[in-house]
Nanobody
């Protein structure tokens, strides 16, 4: 059974940085597309970034492109999200997700989810 556990959220001032980490267990990480989603209060869950091991390709939403970087650590079996130049509108619960197949941007197409970690950016 795939298990995802996020860590690294917190409170940061606008312009600051945070690094989120998603620990993967229960299967072979390279089989899965790994993604980060976020959900702000009253809003739908939206994709932030995704990485496909099969195609070695990355996806970033327009709102974070150039500020966020998704990366993987083979030794630790983790997928990280480095978030720079944070803005108050980045405030949300961030979720790690995995799907077996090709990259998709809809949350409904991801099979496995972590519990989420809160990121709060103050102005």
């Amino acid at each position: 059974q795939v298990r995802l556990v996020e860590s690294g959220g917190g409170l940061v001032q606008a312009g600051g940085s945070l690094r989120l980490s998603c620990a993967f267990s229960g299967d072979t990480l390279s089989r899965y597309v790994m993604a980060w989603f976020r959900q702000a209060p009253g809003k739908e869950r939206e994709i932030v970034a995704a990485f496909s091991w099969i195609s070695s390709s990355t996806y970033y939403s327009g709102s974070v492109n150039g500020r966020f970087t998704i990366s993987r650590d083979y030794a630790k079996n983790t997928v990280d999200l480095q978030m720079n130049s944070l803005k108050p509108e980045d405030t949300a619960v961030y979720f790690c997700a995995a799907r077996d197949g090709t990259t998709r941007t809809s949350s409904s197409e991801y099979h496995y989810w972590g519990q989420g970690t809160q990121v709060t950016v103050s102005s």
